[in-house]
């Protein structure tokens, strides 16, 4: 473990305490996190409210705690898709050769040469009910935008993937062992895949960051994840529209999204370096 | 060189007319055309009137027919009716797009004028090598939203020295007033990648031989930095600016809709959220056309100057 890499695993230590330890935070204050209480806007700090009240009276501390769950679960089940999808269309392109693998690359290429916070605009802003999915439900929000940043997430894992899949079959134990007639699924599942583990948890890392970056933007501009279920981004679209009556309600939730996200960048950096 | 250019402008028609198509497909499955808007909107209209307006505007056709309608208004530069705007689309594209490439080409010389100074101060000193490293981190985990939140909270709340959003309405002098902080927003969330490619490039740089020489002979290490270590670490920064295109443009539409500044990503939230979907379905090809288009001279840019590149495939 280097240097980079155990800071990194520090910063996301915060944040993923915070995201379990949230019930018992809510027990421990008595408060719920969707609970308004109009008496009580943008109420200082207090013992009562550690970090003071939002633009509707919630305790700031505890919806953090519980946009904790919503980011580090969206960034992370987007990174495990991502990679997923990634790794198979790579390690599949890297095997197959030739059409299949031109195709599967020139779609990557466009994927990457396109914008794609306004795709994913066009695409969050679409119905969900049309594919079967409640509209509304904090738990409807988050697959959505799960599955919408992993059609996209899957690139960078994939071209990761394909570079050391083609370097690996071409290396003389690889070759050996299909001039020994092993079959070709267990080669590749078996010869291939495990070579690449480091390029592959680096992409992953790194598929973290962005989704968690994406998914708190995507909430700011209010096609994530709908109030009242707290998210960091749309405590801050609440904190914009706040912006003169209470300033300091735009601090924690930036902080939070800067921390998990710089977390996830270091450790991509620590595994990178090995 | 031709060759190269004729194959890439063939490569983008084609990406644009596959996103053109997918995105249609998808807006065709959607529930609620505009006809089904305009019953909801007006409860006099009957069953038999929308059945009516539908065949009037060609809507109970199949869908790879009103694709093909639909893209052949669009190559011959009609672009259709705003719904949510009461416009022509083309009235509102164009304004909007000179408001977003004045801002992003504002804010693009910035960030890469002081990531260059950071990532020299960087290489040149290596005890400035991990502050520059931490800010870098620091400024790329920083979603771009909350830059401009900060910032519109320090320079409009707090000081009170400039507007908080929108546009001028008295235009020239006063408009630099509204742009100072969007510029500044998008400067800081490029400065990032900048700042790290600039210091990795120059530090590299600055090790190779030829330097070493140039430093033995007594130039200063300011001549070798900006004269010898520069020119060198050119072709990976407009690598990087080639690349960053994409997320520069998705920085823009957020900055535009923090200080709601009209321009192409405002547009297109906007027309998202009012579900003018056609308006949303034109930006965002425009969007892509323009960001390709970036891609593409910077990558012409990095052949005029680095030559080892010309005679390349």
């Known amino acids: 473990m280097n240097a980079r890499l155990r800071l990194g695993l520090a910063c996301l230590a915060l944040p993923a305490a915070a995201a379990l330890a949230a019930p018992l935070l809510s027990a421990l204050l008595g408060l719920d996190p969707a609970e308004p209480d109009l008496f009580n806007r943008f109420a200082p700090p207090s013992a009562a409210n550690p970090l003071g009240t939002d633009d509707l009276g919630r305790d700031v501390l505890l919806r953090l705690a519980y946009g904790a769950r919503v980011s580090l679960a969206v960034g992370l089940a987007t990174a495990l898709a991502a990679t997923l999808i990634g790794t198979a269309i790579g390690l599949f392109a890297a095997w197959a050769g030739g059409v299949a693998d031109a195709v599967l690359m020139r779609v990557a290429d466009a994927l990457l040469a396109l914008p794609a916070l306004p795709l994913l605009v066009i695409l969050a802003g679409l119905d969900p009910a049309v594919v079967g999915l409640p509209r509304g439900e904090p738990i409807a929000d988050m697959i959505r935008i799960v599955a919408i940043l992993a059609a996209f997430g899957w690139v960078g894992v994939a071209r990761l993937a394909r570079a050391q899949a083609l370097s690996t079959l071409a290396r003389d134990h690889v070759r050996a062992a299909r001039a020994l007639g092993v079959s070709e699924a267990r080669l590749v599942l078996r010869h291939v895949l495990p070579a690449l583990s480091g390029p592959v948890s680096v992409a992953t890392a790194l598929a973290v960051a962005g989704a968690v970056l994406a998914e708190s933007t995507l909430s700011f501009l209010g096609l994530g994840i709908a109030p009242p279920a707290p998210s960091w981004g749309n405590m801050l679209a609440g904190a914009q529209e706040a912006v003169f009556e209470a300033p300091q309600a735009a601090l924690w939730p930036g902080l939070c999204i800067m921390l998990a996200v710089a977390g996830a960048t270091l450790v991509a950096d620590g595994l990178r370096r090995g | ?313």
């Open chain 2, 1 to 313: 060189m031709i060759g190269l250019i004729a194959s890439r402008l063939a490569q983008i028609g084609l990406t644009l007319a596959a996103l053109s198509f997918a995105a249609f497909l998808l807006i065709g499955l959607m529930p609620g055309d505009p006809i089904a808007l305009a019953i909801a909107g007006d409860p006099r209209l009957s069953a038999e009137d929308a059945a009516r307006l539908r065949a009037l505007h060609g809507l109970d056709t199949p869908i790879l027919q009103r694709y093909l309608a639909w893209a052949a208004s669009v190559l011959s530069g009609e672009f259709g009716h705003s719904r949510l705007f009461a416009r022509p689309v083309a009235e509102l594209l164009w304004p909007a797009l000179g408001s977003t490439l004045l801002l992003l080409g504002v804010a693009v010389l910035l960030s890469a004028a002081f990531g260059l100074l950071l990532g020299a101060l960087a290489a040149a000193r290596p005890g400035a090598r991990a502050l520059v490293d931490a800010t870098a981190i620091l400024a790329a985990s920083a979603p771009t939203f909350w830059i401009g939140i900060l910032l519109i909270i320090l320079f409009a709340v707090l000081l009170g020295w400039l507007p908080a959003g929108g546009q001028s309405e008295a235009g020239g002098l006063d408009a630099v007033r509204f742009l100072v902080l969007p510029v500044a927003t998008l400067a800081i969330a490029g400065l990032a990648s900048w700042a790290r490619h600039a210091a990795s490039a120059l530090t590299e740089a600055l090790s190779s031989p030829w330097i070493v020489t140039a430093r033995a002979r007594g130039a200063s290490l300011r001549r070798v930095l900006w004269g010898h270590a520069l020119p060198n670490a050119a072709p990976p920064l407009v690598t990087l600016a080639a690349l960053d295109a994409g997320a520069l443009v998705g920085g823009a539409l957020v900055t535009e809709t923090v200080f709601a500044r009209p321009g192409m990503g405002k547009l297109l939230y906007d027309a998202v959220m009012g579900s003018d979907l056609n308006l949303a379905l034109v930006a965002l090809l425009l969007i892509g056309a323009v960001t390709m288009a970036a891609t593409l001279s910077a990558d012409l840019a990095l052949r005029a100057i680095d030559p080892r590149l010309r005679d390349a495939p």
